[in-house]
């Protein structure tokens, strides 16, 4: 990933079937400095929040960060608890 952590915040994340929302928080690793992982909210009544490995990540450009996996999949990924 070549864009600071603080640079991800607010982007839109896509998956190939439709996009999800913007990135809530960028978790980092604390020795290297490098995100691992992309925190999505999910939009239900009371909200959710995900965490994304970085690996999900194909690209970023200039409309948001691209994502490799379906909605599908990011739902059922384990929800985050901070």
Known sequence: MTLPPQDLTGKPL????????????????PVSGEPTHLVWREPVVLYQEISIPISYVEEVDGEGI?????????????????
Do not use: K, S, Y
């Not at 999800?20 to 928080?25: A, F, K, M, T």
């Not at 691209?66 to 901070?82: A, G, K, N, Q």
């Open 66 to 82: 691209r994502l490799r996996v379906r909605r599908e999949d990011i739902e059922r990924l384990p929800r985050f608890i901070w």
């Open 14 to 29: 896509i998956c190939p079937d439709g996009v999800l929302g913007p990135v809530v928080e960028v978790l980092v690793d």
